[in-house]
Each structure stands twice: as structure tokens, then as C-alpha cells.
């Protein structure tokens, strides 16, 4: 009988468990699918390790996401902007509602333009928009590299991630140059021609692509649309692949960090992806949205109204161009007319060295992170940052490279500096022509001092600690400042950087006096190592022994 119980209270047991199990809300539509594609995706286990993947925390990261930021807002503006726009060169007679305009000819590229400004709902808002961020895009990435470049974060294991920043640069200022050009106004077809221009002074096969570009003598009627899908299809396409392979380049190697306590080379201290970093990113995003949307509806920026259609016999007052082409621009304006004449041919040295230097400058950026590499011989990663007074000649030449860039900017506008300075542009020009070759030296050589003395002052901060203002008169008349020792953290910062000797060749002859070959990029090499990381490049840093003997005595 007990038996019998047993076994019926067993059945009850199991049937109220089977009852609750039925009586279980069946999962819903939404876990449905994410079971679905976890098991043929594996989306699961890929989000598990990656969102929770730490991210760093410093202002200058931000730098990166204006620059991501501002290219959705391009994508997203240019989409509303090709609904309206007419890529044609043909001409034909403008009826608007732009009054001053009626009866002129020009091309349905212009007109279209001006039926954006003043006729579509948000035309003229989002063309701002637009064009505003174009400018924040290329000025993000310029000083997001710039910052990259400062603090060494383009070491290895990352230099094929500097490539990427690098092209994305260079496709962006390519990218500028021809939307800028699309609304074929007087002010946009006087840059085009500076680019025709450019083009000619190639020799031999300069005149046969100015012919195949324009589809015939300048200015034709193709170049707008020809200028259009490269414009909206080809660069967008070929910058939105290599921004999503710097983006996981960057999840796959782990962010850069500043050197601090708990800072090292295999670990990240930070936020995680989810949900700090993403809110933030979120938040981040809409903030860049509406700086943009404020400046497009404040800021008149590229008023086409103003400048006419273009003409081939007219020249805008005050032309220039955007500040990212103003480098190339300033290199032409203050090169001297040179010429050679041989043969029946000319060739333009005052154009085509310009034209030249100006590639010659961006590809000596996008190399430096290799050059760097076989001058030190360092093949370990780096995902800690330098700070720049630690590495002066490199900071130097950061420095002088944009004090290059300020002084040929100055000489791409020395018609408006000369009007509203009232100076003379013949002036400008030889200050400017002069400025090429002085000003860089100098802003080296201050930098590199400068860097040298913040390393001096760091060294004496960790020996001395630092200066409280305070004066005391000790028992015997002696008056001496109070110093308040540093923190452990502050100290860690200050002293965790590397004094690596440099690269050396070595004695030439062996223990036997026999004389080994030494080539001459192993001379260059260490040259180069003794330049940029020598004795003369770093100030030593103290160490354990010095410290203690200073702040153990009564003296400190």
C-alpha cells in the first residue's frame, strides 16, 4: 500500500511539473528570430565577445567620431540632394523664382542648384548642412590624424590602419574637389580650370587627359557629368568600405590609451562598448548633427546666387578655394614663371613643379609610419601613446609640416590678405616664397627646444616634486619653497616612457681586424636613429637610485 502511494504521488509529482511547463508563455516573435539567425550566423557568441569589448575614455578620441559622424551626415544630406540636382552641361535659359537671374543662360546643372536654394522645402538648409560637414569631415580627419601622429598610435601593430586614414584624407579632398564643382557657378568653374590648368602642364599627356576629362577643348560639356557619379557613387563607395575596415581594424587590435596607473601594453582600462560608449557615441551623434544643422541654418556658406553660372572669360572676385585645396593652391601662386621651351614643346616648370610637390607632401604622411619603423628596428606593438614632448624630433617635424601648410595657405589667398591687410601681393608672394624655407626650420628647432625643456621640467618634478609657492625660514636663516611631492600615479606618468638607445652600425672591423661591409642604408639608417632618438633628442629620466637619495634626506 505504501508502494502504491509512492507511486501515484510520484505521477502527481510529474504531471504538476508537466502542467506548469504547458502552462509557460511560448517564446516570442522576437526571440524566435534571434534564435533563428544565432544558429546559422552565430550572432550570439560574435555579440558576446564584442560588446562588452572596453573602450578608453579621452577627449581627443572624440576627434574620430566627428569625423565618422560628419560622413553619415554627407551620405544622408547627399541622398535628400540627388533627388533634385540635374548633372547636365546643357544650356538652357533660367525662369526661377530668383528674380535677378531670369533670362540668363546657363547650365541645368546650375539651375537645378538654384531650384534647390529657393524652391524645394529644406533645399537651401540641407546644401549647408552638406557642405558644412564636408568641411568638418576633412578638418576631423586632418586633426585626428594630426593626433595619431603626435602620440606614435600609428606604431605597429596599426600602420595598415594609418594607410586607411591616410586614403580616406586623400579621397575626401578628391571627393570635395568635385561636388564642389558641381553647381558649375563662376566661382566653382574657376577652380575647375586651375585643375585644367594643372593638368596641361603634364608632359606629353597632359593636353590628351584635359581632351578625354572635359570630352573635348575646356570646359565642354561632360566634366558635370562625369563629376556627378564619382562624386555620389564611386569615392562615397570606395570611403564607406575603408571606413568599415578601420573600424574593425581598430575593435580588432583594442584602442590606444594614454599612459596612467593600470595602463599597459595587454590590458585597457575604460568603458564598455555596451551600453556606456554607445550612449555616449549616440548622444555624441546627434550633438554633431545639430552644431551642423545650426551652422547651415545660420551660416551662409557657397552662395551660388552670388557668383553667377560660369564663364570661361569671367573670374569670380576673390576666388578660392576650400581651405583643404588651399595648400595646392598656395604652391602654384608664389612658384616663380618658369619655362623651357625645346623643340617646338614648353614645359611649365611653374606649374608642374607645384603640381608635383603637392602628391609628393601627402604621400611622405602616409609613408612616415614605416620609415619610423626601420629607422628604430622596434617590431614589438604599441598600444600605449607617447606623449609628444617624449618624442621631440618626430613632434618637430609634426610642426614644421604644419607651419609649412599655414605659410602656403597664406600664399593660395595672398590676393585677399594683400585687400584687407593693404599690403602689396608682390610682397606677400616673396614673404610667402621666403616663409617656404625659413619657417619650417625654425618651427622645428623651437618645437624640439620646447619639448626638451617640458622633458626637463617632468624630470625635475619627479626629483623635486611640485612647487607649493609656499617659502619657510628654517632654523638658520636659510629661506627655501616648499615642495609638495607627486603621487605615485603622477610619477608613473611622468617616468613610464622608454630612452631606447638608437640604432648603431657597430665597430667596422671584428676581434680578428678583419673589416665587415657596411651598406650604405645601414650609414643612413643609423644616421638617421642618431637624428631622431640620439642623446641630443631626450632628456635622461631620472632613476629609482636618484630618487631616493633626493627624498630621503632632510634636504628634499
Given amino acids: ?47 558576446k565577445a564584442n560588446m562588452r569589448k572596453v573602450f578608453p575614455d579621452h577627449w581627443s578620441f572624440m576627434l574620430g567620431e566627428v569625423c565618422l559622424y560628419s560622413f553619415l551626415i554627407l551620405i544622408l544630406t547627399g541622398i535628400y540632394l540627388t533627388l533634385f540636382f540635374e548633372p547636365s552641361g546643357a544650356e538652357v535659359v533660367y525662369h526661377g523664382s530668383y528674380g535677378p537671374m531670369n533670362g540668363i543662360i546657363m547650365t541645368k546643372a546650375y539651375e537645378s542648384t538654384l531650384h534647390i536654394s529657393f524652391d524645394v522645402r529644406g533645399g537651401l538648409l540641407i546644401r549647408q548642412i552638406h557642405h558644412w560637414a564636408a568641411l568638418v569631415f576633412v578638418a576631423g580627419m586632418f586633426v585626428h590624424m594630426m593626433r595619431v601622429f603626435f602620440t606614435g598610435a600609428f606604431r605597429k601593430p596599426r600602420e595598415i590602419n594609418w594607410l586607411f586614414g591616410w586614403t580616406l584624407l586623400f579621397l575626401a579632398i578628391l571627393t570635395g574637389l568635385t561636388g564642389y564643382s558641381l553647381p558649375d557657378d563662376l566661382l566653382s568653374g574657376t577652380g575647375v580650370r586651375f585643375a585644367d590648368g594643372a593638368i596641361l602642364s603634364i608632359p606629353i599627356v597632359g593636353t590628351y587627359i ?67 560608449y554607445m550612449a555616449k ?36 572676385t576673390g576666388a578660392q578655394p576650400d581651405w583643404y585645396l588651399g595648400f595646392s593652391e598656395g604652391l602654384i601662386r608664389v612658384m616663380p614663371g618658369w619655362e623651357i621651351n625645346a623643340w617646338g614643346h614648353t614645359l611649365e616648370l611653374g606649374v608642374l613643379i607645384p603640381f608635383s610637390v603637392f602628391p609628393l607632401f601627402l604621400l611622405a604622411i602616409g609613408v612616415y609610419p614605416f620609415i619610423e619603423a626601420w629607422i628604430t628596428g622596434d617590431r614589438r606593438e604599441h598600444h600605449i601613446l607617447d606623449r609628444p614632448r617624449n618624442t621631440p624630433v618626430r613632434t618637430a617635424l609634426g610642426v614644421a609640416w604644419l607651419s609649412l601648410y599655414v605659410v602656403l595657405l597664406i600664399g593660395g589667398g595672398n590676393d585677399i590678405v594683400a585687400t584687407h591687410l593693404h599690403l602689396a601681393i608682390n610682397s606677400i608672394t616673396w614673404f610667402v616664397r621666403i616663409s617656404v624655407f ?32 609656499l617659502i619657510k625660514m628654517l632654523p638658520h636663516g636659510e629661506y627655501i619653497e616648499v615642495h609638495e611631492p607627486l603621487t605615485q600615479d603622477r610619477l608613473f606618468t611622468l617616468t613610464q616612457h622608454e ?58
Wanted: charged share 20%; proline share 8%.
Fill in 1 to 47: 500500500m505504501d508502494d502504491a502511494a509512492r507511486t501515484v504521488n510520484g505521477q502527481a509529482r510529474v504531471g504538476s511539473s508537466t502542467d506548469s511547463a504547458r502552462r509557460a508563455d511560448p517564446p516570442g516573435k522576437g526571440e524566435k528570430l534571434a534564435d533563428w539567425a544565432d544558429g546559422r550566423l552565430g550572432i550570439y557568441s560574435l555579440a
Fill in 210 to 276: 584635359s581632351m578625354f576629362l572635359f570630352g573635348g577643348e575646356f570646359p565642354g560639356h561632360d566634366i558635370i557629368s562625369r563629376f556627378f557619379p564619382i562624386h555620389v557613387l564611386l569615392l562615397p563607395g570606395i570611403m564607406l568600405g575603408l571606413v568599415v575596415a578601420h573600424l574593425i581594424l581598430v575593435f580588432y587590435h583594442k584602442h590606444t590609451q594614454y599612459p596612467g596607473p593600470g595602463h599597459d601594453q595587454k590590458s585597457v582600462v575604460g568603458m564598455p562598448f555596451l551600453p556606456v
Fill in 281 to 316: 557615441a549616440g548622444g555624441f551623434f546627434f550633438l554633431v548633427f545639430g552644431v551642423l544643422a545650426i551652422m547651415g541654418g545660420i551660416a551662409t556658406i557657397n552662395p551660388v546666387w552670388a557668383f553667377g553660372p560660369y564663364r570661361p572669360d569671367l573670374v569670380t
Fill in 438 to 469: 625659413v619657417v619650417p626650420v625654425l618651427a622645428f628647432v623651437v618645437t624640439k627646444r620646447v619639448c626638451l625643456g617640458l622633458q626637463r621640467r617632468d624630470r625635475d618634478k619627479v626629483l623635486h616634486g611640485r612647487e607649493t609657492g
Fill in 499 to 556: 630612452q631606447d638607445p638608437p640604432y648603431e652600425i657597430g665597430p667596422l672591423e671584428d676581434a680578428n681586424g678583419v673589416r665587415r661591409k657596411v651598406t650604405l642604408g645601414q650609414r643612413v639608417r643609423a644616421s638617421l636613429a642618431k637624428g631622431m632618438f640620439g642623446p641630443d633628442t631626450h632628456i635622461p629620466k631620472p632613476t629609482e637610485q636618484e630618487y631616493r637619495e633626493i627624498t630621503s634626506g632632510d634636504h628634499h
